[in-house]
């Protein structure tokens, strides 16, 4: 059963009525029994402030509970509303009695196995210090529940014995017994398809928490699901947004985003997301940026990126959830970073259209020049089409900065300058071929990749590693990459040449079998892209760190930037310019 006792918002027990004498006198005998009842008064007021010193309040400063009442009731001794040595304080309404606390703490107690084998668990999942008090908080303090009748809305404490669920809270009345609450969950065939926006409304029912902390985070929902939002914690990747997500308050009216890749399109999401009017320009014909899936070959090859870096926690990771993009293979484990490399065999261009849709996104639009000198933000293209808005969000490469391809007026402060010309942009360029059969197969024994050793330093960065596309497949096609001086190598060759170079390598690896010619092939060339001129951003020597986040900094408000090269913690990945882009989306936001 469920107790019926409301949430007033003071947990603190009520004090016991104290009896009084009250003599009756009639007669002659008023006087007489008018000094007996006075003695009669005055002994028991000592009796009261007796009485009075055997509660002990709780010496938390600002506790407003005069007279505590112990929750947990895990003592046969538990002072409950009484007398006990020392209250432990967990909120203004909730207190244990120093008799529960020796019946858990001591270990010669009944109760010390049990918060034993709590710390364990709990010092073992590497959480806060294992103090009798978090046990309590963890383990011991009652659930709060909401009548769910819209006329009634009233919180409810249940019985230690019952565990709050999600569908408890959904279903909860006042009076309801636990039997009547279906407690499975639905049908996941009845699941809407669409994955759905985050409200307090759907979020409420989750929250299963001990205590009356579960009343103030419910009612304190709104401002922690906008909060959330708005920093891109929640409700982010390709949702499909109904309504705005924000409030009016944190709707800038207008922003132009400049640059289409990554960043440029998980800004523009996030910003349409939370209600802002966004137009995105594009130089390319194309949206992606560094990103350019190419599927000539018969399988899905990055011309740019194509792994993600690290699974865990990982919005990309988030965002192939979301589209259902579950074809992965897992290369390999980096310490660096969190979870297993990931090659996307469908490519990241899926992921980056699915962010696209619905975006007012204008290609073949090179950015010129940007004016923020009035209050108001002027941008031209190289057409001589010019917008206007109240911010703008520049994520082009960082070689194109260095190179001075966008004017600015007036000119960018000279700390961001020296920052943008501190890092170094590096190239890595990729080949990809086609062949007639999987002739790798009997050596490399099912492994999805296998590397190669340059034979001296000059070859160092020179097909490195082979990626095998379609492992599970029948297609058969390899991808290598060349790093560092290869690079410059490779620079001045045709295409051919560059094959024959590759397929030296391979017969050099594959000794005992006949490396046949490709069918088909391509060789990336991003160092002569007009639109990037570069791969990925990095620290020069002697340079630091701290000038991937002055390239992040706004200029007066009204000019932002994001890109791989504004993330210090997430450079030259996918990864580290989509959160750019959620990033700078937050700040337009607050400011």
């Given amino acids: 059963m469920l107790l019926s006792a409301d949430y007033s918002g003071n947990g603190s027990g009520a004090r016991r009525a104290r009896k009084r004498s009250s003599g009756e006198s009639s007669g002659d005998g008023q006087t007489l029994r008018s000094s007996g009842s006075k003695r009669k008064a005055t002994e028991t007021e000592e009796e009261d402030e007796q009485a009075e010193k055997k509660y002990r309040k709780c010496e938390k400063a600002g506790c407003s509970a005069i007279y505590p009442v112990c929750f947990a009731s895990a003592s046969d001794r538990c002072a409950k509303n009484g007398y006990t040595s020392r209250w432990y304080h967990l909120s203004c309404g909730e207190h244990f009695c120093n008799e529960c606390f020796d019946h858990y703490y001591r270990s010669h107690k009944d109760g010390y196995e049990t918060f034993a084998s709590w710390r364990k668990v709990w010092t073992s999942n590497g959480k806060s210090e294992p103090s009798l008090k978090a046990f309590m908080a963890d383990q011991q303090l009652p659930f709060w529940v909401q009548c769910t009748k819209p006329d009634c809305r009233k919180w409810r404490q249940l019985t230690k014995e019952i565990q709050l669920t999600a569908s408890l809270a959904a279903a909860y009345r006042c009076g309801m017994k636990v039997n009547n609450v279906k407690i499975e969950g639905p049908d996941q065939c009845s ?3 669409d994955l759905e926006v985050l409200t307090a409304e759907k979020c409420a029912q989750h929250i299963i928490v001990r205590g009356l902390v579960r009343v103030c985070c419910v009612q304190e929902l709104d401002r922690v699901l906008h909060f959330m939002t708005r920093k891109g914690l929640i409700n982010t990747g390709v949702l499909a947004v109904k309504q705005p997500l924000l409030p009016e308050r944190y709707r800038s009216k207008k922003v132009i985003v400049i640059g289409a890749g990554a960043a440029g399109l998980a800004a523009a999401r996030q910003l349409q997301n939370f209600g802002t009017q966004v137009v995105l320009l594009e130089a390319r014909d194309r949206i992606g940026g560094r990103v350019w ?8 090859v990055g011309r740019g990126a194509q792994i993600v870096n690290g699974c865990v926690n990982n919005p990309i990771a988030l965002m192939c959830e979301q589209v259902s993009a579950r074809f992965w293979d897992h290369n390999e484990f980096f310490a660096q970073f969190s979870g297993d490399h990931t090659l996307l065999t469908k490519g990241y261009s899926v992921l980056l259209h699915k962010l696209a ?9 090179p950015v010129q020049a940007i004016d923020y000198s009035a209050d108001a933000v002027k941008v031209t293209s190289s057409n001589g089409s010019q917008w206007t808005a109240q911010k703008v969000l520049v994520t082009v490469p960082l070689t194109l900065l260095q190179k001075n391809a966008i004017r600015f007026n007036p000119p960018l402060p000279e700390r961001k300058l020296k920052a943008i010309h501190s890092l170094g942009a590096g190239i890595i360029e990729k080949i990809a071929l086609q062949f007639p059969n999987r002739f790798w197969d009997s050596k490399i024994q099912g492994a999805d990749y296998f590397g190669h050793i340059p034979p001296c330093p000059e070859k160092r960065g020179m097909f ?17 990459i060349m790093s560092g001086d290869a690079v410059s190598a ?3 060759l045709e295409d051919s040449e560059v094959v024959d170079e590759c397929l030296k390598v391979l017969q050099e690896l594959f000794t005992d079998q006949e490396v ?3 069918l088909n092939y391509f060789v990336t060339r991003w160092s002569k892209d007009v639109w990037a001129q570069m791969s990925y951003s990095f620290v020069k020597t002697g340079g630091s760190g701290e000038a991937y986040d ?13 890109g791989e090269a504004t993330n210090r913690h997430f450079p030259q990945t996918v990864t580290g310019a989509y959160l750019s882009g959620v990033r700078e989306a937050s700040k337009m936001a607050a400011v």
Avoid: H
Avoid at 467 to 477: C, E, H, I, R, S
């Fill in 191 to 193: 699941q809407p398809e």
């Fill in 293 to 300: 899936d190419d599927g000539s070959l018969g399988v899905t």
């Fill in 357 to 365: 849709e619905g975006l007012d996104i204008r290609t073949n639009c």
């Fill in 464 to 480: 490195s590693v082979f990626y095998d596309l379609d492992p599970q497949g029948k297609q058969a096609v390899l991808m290598s």
């Fill in 490 to 492: 490779v620079g001045d």
């Fill in 516 to 518: 046949p010619d490709p």
């Fill in 550 to 562: 002055i390239l992040a900094e706004d200029v007066q408000g009204k000019v932002f930037f994001a």
